[in-house]
């Protein structure tokens, strides 16, 4: 579990094929001196195993499953990505929860300069359309944000300052692909109303209960 608050960047320095499973090795920005083998990680969202590490890098490795439904093969030496370890049970939930498994991919469509931040909006898979609500929590490159604004199969976040900095927020550019993980809760809710349906679950009901 995570939480899309990005300890910090790393960038790509190799990419491998060990059988069906693609490898990646990447140097953080801030090294992380505890870093384990088995260890999960979440790269850009994604959940993947630490295969090995050193002092200045660690790989791992990501199953076909996750290359087919995530930015992985988007990868090249030098990118740049998003890395989040695993939440502690002591530490703080400052985003929301996020899993580490990948929903879709987005594109972005749109970036706005709004005051010092910018509005950045993405294009969703349109069966994903259900999962989004306004004021919701989205974890877009493994960035915890609230939606602002849905139109349509399109959602607008806002990226402040800290987030462009501190993230690879700050290097997106219309066109480009990103990995989405919506809210667990409105992904639960999602699945009641669709197969609790023969009961006239509503939303209403759902709200009465305290949803």
């Known amino acids: 579990m995570f939480t899309g608050l990005v300890e910090t960047i ?28 088995g260890e999960s990680i979440a790269i850009d969202g994604c959940c993947l195993t630490v ?5 200045k890098e660690f790989a791992v490795e990501a199953s076909p499953e996750s290359v087919s439904r ?18 502690l049970p002591t530490g703080r939930l400052g985003g929301h929860f996020v899993t580490g498994h990948i929903d879709g991919i987005g594109t972005v469509s749109a970036i706005k300069k709004s005051g010092e931040a910018f509005e950045l909006r993405v294009e969703c898979p349109s069966g994903d359309r259900r999962y989004i609500v306004p004021k919701g929590s989205i974890a877009i490159n493994g960035i915890s944000l609230t939606i602002n604004d849905i139109n349509e ?3 607008t976040v806002n990226l402040i300052p800290h987030t462009r900095t501190m993230t690879t927020a700050g290097n997106f550019k219309v066109g480009d692909r990103v990995n989405l993980e ?19 679950l509503t939303i209403d009901k759902l709200m009465d209960s305290g949803w």
């Open 51 to 55: 295969i090995e590490f050193g002092k």
């Open 70 to 87: 995530t930015i992985v093969p988007d990868y090249r030496g030098g990118s740049r990505v998003n890395l989040e370890r695993a939440l």
């Open 182 to 200: 919506f809210d667990i809760i409105g992904k639960y809710i999602a699945r009641f109303l669709s197969q609790e349906n023969r009961n006239n």
């Open 153 to 155: 199969n399109k959602l």
């Open 10 to 37: 790393g960038t790509v320095t190799e990419i491998g094929q060990r059988q069906n499973y693609r490898t990646i090795k990447i140097a953080p920005d801030k090294l992380f001196s505890d870093l384990s083998l």
